[in-house]
């Protein structure tokens, strides 16, 4: 079966620094990969999302994520950090067998001023 | 703005007493979902609907029910809540079932168990 690891459960980073998110999958071939966004009490907003093509992929609000096959990881990036990102981030995955989104167990991520 | 639209927001029940949460959208979407989402944990599917064929995931418990009476709208029955079912319920929807077909999430009915 298939699985999404998010490593990090909390990230704290200053405001306008970098930032990555890291996700790992598991699954015998190549799944579709999301980046969802949650703000504290509301539902789920899509960052991105790969199929297939150029594994960098550009989303909303400046967030960019890279599929890397070799390292079965699709590790979420932006190049510097607003307050108004602080949220809970979920990556997952979906496959071809069934309509099933499969999602990590989030990274929640703090932004210091 | 066509989008998924969830009520209430927050809904209380007492232990024991049956609950409906409401879930509509404009953007005819072939495809509405149900996730359980509890406290700082991932979301979780519980059922789906395809038109009107209903598909439930293995582990989701009989105490959830589920109704789709037409394209717009979706319903979540819980029959007999317990403190555990606590949680955020999220809807989505999908144009399609396809594993590609994006999923567009509403805000969440927040139950509360007493």
């Known amino acids: 079966a298939q699985s999404v690891t998010q490593p990090d459960i909390h990230i704290t980073v200053s405001e306008g620094a970098s930032l990555e998110l890291r996700c790992n999958y598991s699954y015998g071939a190549t799944p579709y990969l999301f980046w969802y966004v949650q703000s504290p009490g509301q539902g789920l907003q899509l960052l991105l999302k790969y199929f297939s093509g150029d594994t960098l992929v550009q989303g909303i609000k400046g967030f960019e994520a890279e599929f890397k096959r070799s390292q079965s990881s699709f590790n979420l990036r932006k190049p510097s950090v607003h307050w108004s990102d602080a949220a809970e981030y979920f990556c997952?995955?979906?496959?071809?067998?069934?309509?099933?989104?499969?999602f990590g167990g989030g990274t929640r991520l703090m932004v210091k001023p | 703005d066509a989008m998924v639209i969830q009520n209430p927001r927050y809904q209380v029940t007492q232990f024991g007493k049956p609950v409906t949460l409401s879930c509509s959208q404009t953007l005819n979407h072939n495809v509405m979902y149900w996730y359980q989402q509890k406290s700082s944990q991932a979301p979780k599917l519980l059922f789906h609907y395809y038109d009107k064929d209903f598909n439930n995931e293995a582990d989701t418990p009989d105490n959830f029910q589920s109704r789709r009476p037409n394209t717009s709208f979706c319903f979540l029955d819980i029959r007999s809540p317990g403190l555990g079912d606590a949680a955020m319920y999220l809807c989505?929807?999908?144009?399609?079932?396809?594993?590609?077909?994006?999923?567009?999430f509403g805000p969440g009915t927040r139950l509360t168990v007493t």
């Open positions: 997952a995955l979906r496959v071809n067998a069934g309509n099933m989104l499969t």
């Open positions: 989505a929807t999908s144009r399609g079932p396809e594993s590609w077909d994006e999923q567009y």
